[in-house]
């Protein structure tokens, strides 16, 4: 078991004992908005359970039916996420909506309001873990856990600070109110996961720094090469797809293109880890004149087998 599987189960056991304290403030206290905080939480559950599976099959191998791998399987958790937290909202708008036209005082001078507080601290400095190890190891949905767990946090701060101000002042219509504006930002919180979670299937390109950063490597480790164009990444979870045009001199044999090949390839891998690079080599008269990032042109990095003839093949992905 890696540690990014640990990580998730990990999070299964932190949300079972965060709900468990904030369905033990609710009962304390009677607040319907520490209700609909207590609720939410069972959704950090469900959604910490989905990205376990999520990890555990995307990091299956690729087979016949799968040939680039399950990279993708943690898109669909962080969609089921999204979806998960949006049906939780509505069930809080429903409670709450009942609690309108017959507010009740609740006691949130009692130890429950403390039991809350202590459980969003759980909850945000497990967030902080997720956010740091899934950027760590490129795992969106450890990401998308760690960012739902900090928008919780700042939800039940502010829940807490309004439920105070709603006691304190004897409006207690704020407390249905307060839980009404929590599921607002609810659903606000999940459409965001599930638009994260479509880009990533419809193989979005990485960010600009990423691209850029491609570009650099290929100009550092393409020596001899003339220019490069066509570049095009996604990515797929934890891993990086990469492929574009190289253009070579006329004259130079396939094994000398085929070492620039293997050092552009080593150098992504370094610099990105997981990554499947695909390169079409051409000649210098086939090379495209728009758009296409010149080379400086000197000695290849690995220089051709004297003697030996190698005929072409085709790239693969790694």
């Known amino acids: 078991m890696n540690t990014t599987l640990k990580i998730a189960l990990g ?7 965060v709900f468990g304290l904030k369905y033990l403030a609710y009962v304390m206290t009677g607040s319907v908005a520490l209700y609909s905080d207590a609720l939410e939480s069972i959704v950090n559950v469900a959604a910490a359970a989905a990205a376990a599976v999520a990890i555990r099959m995307a ?4 087979d016949e039916q799968h040939p680039y791998g399950h990279h993708k399987a943690e ?4 969609g089921l996420e999204g979806a998960l937290i949006i049906i939780a909202s509505v069930a809080i708008i429903h409670e709450a909506v009942g609690k309108l036209g017959a507010p009740h005082a609740f006691d949130w001078a009692s130890p429950g309001m403390l039991v809350n507080i202590a459980a969003s601290v759980i909850n945000g400095a497990w967030s902080y873990v997720l956010i740091r190890e899934g950027r760590r190891y490129s795992s969106p949905a450890l990401v998308a856990d760690g960012r739902h767990l900090l928008a919780d946090v700042y939800m039940s ?4 600070a ?8 004897g409006w207690f219509i704020l407390d249905p109110l307060i839980a009404i504006a929590v599921a607002v930002h609810i659903i606000w919180a999940g459409w965001k996961l599930m638009r994260e979670s479509a880009s990533g299937l419809m193989d979005a ?3 600009a720094d990423v691209m850029e950063k491609i570009r650099q490597i290929i100009r550092e480790s393409a020596r001899g090469a003339i ?4 570049l095009k990444a996604r990515r797929a979870g934890k891993a990086l797809f990469i492929d574009f045009h190289l253009v070579t001199p006329g004259e130079m044999r396939v094994n000398e293109a085929h070492g620039i090949c293997d050092a552009i390839e080593a150098a992504l891998r370094e610099a990105f880890g997981e990554v499947a690079v695909s390169i079409h080599v051409e000649p210098e008269h086939e090379g495209d004149q728009h758009g296409a990032i010149l080379l400086h042109r000197c000695a ?12 072409p093949q085709p790239r693969k992905p790694v």
Not at 11 to 17: C, E, F, P, R, Y
Not at 59 to 62: I, R, S
């Open 300 to 311: 290849p990095a690995h220089p051709a087998s004297m003697g030996k003839s190698v005929l």
């Open 205 to 207: 390109a990485p960010e």
């Open 162 to 169: 309004a439920v105070v101000i709603a006691a304190v002042s």
């Open 227 to 230: 220019e490069f164009h066509d």
């Open 59 to 62: 990091q299956q191998p690729a």
């Open 157 to 160: 701060t502010g829940v807490v």
């Open 75 to 78: 898109y669909f958790s962080a």
């Open 11 to 17: 999070s299964i056991a932190v949300g079972l004992v």
